[in-house]
């Protein structure tokens, strides 16, 4: 049974894994044996990951990409798999949101959502399935949200793209099963993160509605999904596939 959460000779993909939930995921893994590849777009960001991540005694591969590019997370997967020589767990992490009303989206702002939350979830999948299968244990960890069930007035292309990502990682859970790849979802709740404080800054209220409505009652931090994260990416889940974990603290089940 102690085996269930060992990572060790595995090699993990973060995109987006330079801070917030991200470098928290990236974290996780590193503490459980896995070697990590993180990318985000900024590369302020990108030293500071790969400074804590040396903590966890591997050198981490940090990688520069902007997920909106489409040549982009290919190219994520291949340098990975230069560097490692093999790929197991991808978590496409990576997001954006422009918050207005349905009405006001501009086509591309509405285009920018979808492309980097949804179509560069599956651009990266697909360019990893090789390699996932390859491993014998590929593992897929997508993050959606709470919006993945959820809608509100401010975030249309999110919510859809949110909603867009569990249905894929459901088709994928039954493509590639044969494959010894498993495909989840993770649904985080309202996370106090860069983006968050961004949202609570635009959206009046927000931070006593999140509150008032939360079972825990509290925001939630990125550590809060470590755990789900390991489990996920280990052998331990070995039998998960298909599923959309929320990581709410009960969010969507309160009236």
Known sequence: MHDLFDLEGTVALVT????????????????????????????????????????????????????????????????????????????????????????????????HVLEVDLVSVHRLCVAARPHLRASGRGRILVVGSIMSHLAAPFNAPYCAAKGGVVQLVRAYATAWAADGIRANAVLPGWIDTDLTRHARREVPGLHEKVIARTPVGRWGEPRDLAAVTVFLAGPGADFVTGAAIPVDGGYLVAA
Do not use: Q, S
Not at 42 to 47: G, L, R, S
């Open 16 to 111: 987006g894994g330079n801070g917030g939930i991200g470098l928290a995921m990236a974290e996780a893994l590193a503490a459980h044996g896995a070697a990590v590849a993180v990318a985000g777009r900024d590369e302020t960001k990108n030293a500071r990951a790969a400074a804590v991540l040396r903590g966890y005694g591997r050198e981490p591969l940090v990688l520069r990409g902007d997920l909106a590019e489409r040549e982009v997370p290919a190219r994520l997967v291949a340098a990975t798999v230069a560097h490692f020589g093999r790929l197991d767990v991808v978590v496409a992490n990576a997001g954006t949101n422009i918050r207005k009303r349905p009405e006001d989206y501009t086509e591309e702002e509405f285009a």
